[in-house]
C-alpha cells in the first residue's frame, strides 16, 4: 500500500519535472531564433525537408477533404434550397476547422514524427553529445532550426490545404453537381471575413505549428537513448500532438466565434 | 602555453566526488595528467570511465572535488568560458559519434565550419591534411554508414584534431578491432601526441594495448584510484589486484558481479522488487 503511494508520488513528481525541463526547453528555443536566422542556410534546408517535402500529402489530403465537403454540403443544402451556398459552406468549415486542424494532424504523422526519430537517433548514437565537446551547441545548431522551420511551414501549409480544399469543393459542386460557378465564388467572397475567418484560422494555425513543433523536438531530445527509447518517443509525439492539437482547437474556436 | 607552467600538469583532479542515484561512482578520487605525455586510465567495466571524461568535459558537474584544466576550474565555469575551452579539447566517443548524414570530407569539416571563418580552400586543405594523418584521405567520399568500425574511429580522430587542440580524449578506441587496425591506432595515438605535441588521455581495458602506449597508468575500481605509475612501475606492484587486473584472471579481488544482495535469498524471494 503505502509502496503504492509512493509509486504514485514519484511518477507524478517526474512527470512535473518532465514538463518543467519542457517548458525551459521552449525558452531556450525562443532565444535561438536570432541565431537560426544569421545561419539562414540551416533554416532553408530544414523548410525543404520539413514544408516542401509535407506538401504532396498536404495537397492530395486538401483536394479529396474539399471533394467530401462539396459531396456531403450538397446534400445537405439542397433539403433547404440552398445549394447555391455551397461555396461559403466549404471556404467556412475549411479556413476556420479543417484547414488547420487537419493539417496540424498530418503534419504530426509526417513531419512531427520524423523529427522525433531524427533528433532522438543523434542523440542515442552520441552525434548531440559529440557536438557538446566540440563547443557547439546542439540545441542552437541541430534543434532550434528543424522547431522554427516547422513553425514556419504549419500555416503556409494549413493556407494550401484551404485553398486545394475550395478548389476540391467547386470541382464537385459545380463540375459534378452542376450548381452556377458564379454563385459558388460570389456567395463566398462577401461571407467569408478576412479578420473574423481568415486571421483566426491563421491564427490557429500557428498555434499548433508552434506546439507540435515543439513537442516533436522536445521528444527527441528528451528521448531515453536507446532504440526502444526513440520508438517510444516518436509514437508519444503524434499521441500527443494530436491531443493538444484538438484540445487547443476547442479551447481556440470557444475564445474566438463563441461570443 | 606560459613557461612557468609548462611542467605542471595538464589537468589536476583533486578530491573528486560523483553519485549516481546512492552510488559513488567516485569517492575522493585524485589524478593529475601529465603535459604532453599519454596517461592511460584503466579498469574494469562499469567503473566509470566514461563519466570521467564527462565530467572532465564539463558535461557532467561532481558532487564534490575540483578539476583543473590548464589553470581553469572546470566545475565553475561559465558555460560560455566552457564552450571557449572545449574548443582547445578533443573527444572520441566510444562510438565514435560521426555526423552520419554528411560525409567523411564534411565531418573533419564541421568543428572548421563552425568555430573559423576559413575560406573553403583553406579548410579543403586542412581537412586532407588531417584526414591524411589518420591514413583516410582516400575515403573523404564516404559516408560514415560506408565505413568500418576502425576507418570510422581514425575520422573521428580526423576530426577531433581538426582545431589543433591542446589534448585529446579517446574513450575505448581499441573495442572490437582486429589485432592490424589495433596496431594501426595505437601507434596512430602515440605518433598524434608527439607530432603535434599533444595531450592525450586514453580510457581503455585492453591490457596489452594501453601498456604499449601510456607514459602513465591510472587504474581505478569501485570509486577509488587502485594503483598508478609507469607501466613498468604496475607490473612489479606487490597488490594482488593490480596483478589480477593485468593478468586478466577471472575472479580475485575485483568481484565479477555487480553489487547485490544475498543470491539465495533473491532466489526464495518470490516478488522482486520488494523493499
Ligand atoms: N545516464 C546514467 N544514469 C544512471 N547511471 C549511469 C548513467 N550512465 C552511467 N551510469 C552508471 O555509471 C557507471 C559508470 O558508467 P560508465 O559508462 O562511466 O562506465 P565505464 O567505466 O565507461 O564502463 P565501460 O568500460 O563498460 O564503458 C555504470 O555502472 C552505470 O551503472
Ligand atoms: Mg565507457
Known sequence: MLNKVQQLGRSTISS??????????????LTALPTVLLRFPLLTQQLFSIGVLSFLIIFVSGLFVGMVLGLQGYNTLIDFGAEESLGVMVALSLVRELGPVVTALLFAGRAGSALTAEIG????????????????????RIVAPRFWAGVISMPLLAAIFSAIGVIGGYIVGVGLLGIDAGAFWSQMQPRVDLGEDILNGVIKSIVFGVVVSWIAVYEGYDATPTSEGVSRATTRTVVHSALAVLGLDFMLTALMFGE | MGMSNS???????????????DRAIFDNVDLDVARGKVTVIMGPSGTGKTTLLRLIGGQLRPDAGTICIDGQEVTTLSRRALYQL???????????ALLTDITVHENVAFPLREHTKLSESMIRNLV????????????????????????????????????DPMMIMYDEPFTGQ???????????????????GLTSIVVSHDVAEATAIADHIYLISDGKVVEHGSPEQLKQSASPWVAQFLNGEPDGPVPFHF???NYLDDLLTEKRDVK
Open chain 2, 178 to 196: 582486429d589485432p592490424i587496425s589495433m596496431g594501426v591506432l595505437v601507434s596512430l595515438i602515440r605518433k598524434l601526441n608527439d607530432a603535434m
Open chain 1, 121 to 140: 537517433l543523434m542523440k542515442a548514437t552520441e552525434q548531440l553529445s559529440g557536438m557538446e565537446m566540440m563547443a557547439v551547441d546542439p540545441i542552437k
Open chain 2, 86 to 96: 572545449r574548443k582547445r579539447m578533443g573527444m572520441l566517443f566510444q562510438s565514435g
Open chain 2, 128 to 163: 586532407l591534411m588531417k584526414l591524411e594523418a589518420v591514413g583516410l584521405r582516400g575515403a573523404r567520399d564516404l559516408m560514415p554508414s560506408e565505413l568500418s568500425g576502425g576507418m570510422a574511429r581514425r575520422v573521428a580522430m580526423a576530426r577531433a584534431i581538426a582545431l
Open chain 2, 259 to 261: 553489487a547485490a544482495g
Open chain 1, 16 to 29: 512535473l519535472e518532465r514538463l518543467g525541463r519542457g517548458h525551459l526547453f521552449f525558452l531556450q528555443l
Open chain 2, 7 to 21: 611542467t605542471a600538469p595538464l589537468i589536476e583532479i583533486r578530491g573528486l566526488t560523483f553519485y549516481r542515484g
